[in-house]
């Protein structure tokens, strides 16, 4: 889907850049905010594995051949990028990941930020299934999107407390 994309970035975008937009602009239209104000923070166990099969396999066999359209699509910062350019955000923006850790790595850091700068920030995580021969290493079989808003001492919507732990 990615509705918040525009057309000509939805066709090119992969399944994980269309899902972390699906899922944060949920998130935002349920937390009120404006999304072209909200900081963001992203996050993905491996980014677009596909990709990263293809970009590999491109390489070894016919390196000209890379399509600069995919290769861009390859970098773990791409859903933060198409959401910010597709929402007009000029807040601040970061991509996050910690291999198997990366939802948690992705939501201290969005916490941290939401604290530190007293302003709501949008955490959105996402990964897609794997395929082709890094499947193997992967083992991910479906994909998976979550995104929240986070409002330090807020009061409207649904709560969690947080607590860091040595």
């Given at each position: 889907a990615g509705a918040v994309l525009p057309a000509s970035e939805r066709r090119r975008a992969p399944d994980?850049?269309?899902?972390a937009a699906d899922v944060a602009a949920q998130a935002t239209t349920m937390a009120g905010v404006d999304p072209a104000r909200v900081a963001c923070v992203f996050a993905s166990t491996r980014g677009e594995v596909g990709i990263t099969d293809y970009v590999c396999e491109t390489l070894a066999r016919a390196p000209l051949e890379l399509s600069p359209t995919r290769f861009h699509n390859s970098v773990l910062n791409a859903p933060a990028g198409y959401w910010t350019i597709a929402t007009g955000c000029t807040a601040a923006s970061s991509a996050v990941s910690a291999h198997h850790r990366s939802f948690a790595a992705g939501l201290l850091e969005a916490a941290?930020?939401?604290?530190?700068?007293d302003t709501p920030v949008l955490f959105a995580s996402c990964d897609v299934a794997s395929s082709g021969p890094l499947v193997e290493m992967t083992r991910t079989t479906l994909g998976f999107g979550v995104a929240l808003v986070l409002v330090p001492n807020g009061s409207a919507g649904a709560t969690i407390d947080l607590a860091l732990c040595a």
């Open positions: 994980g850049v269309r899902l941290v930020f939401a604290c530190a700068e």
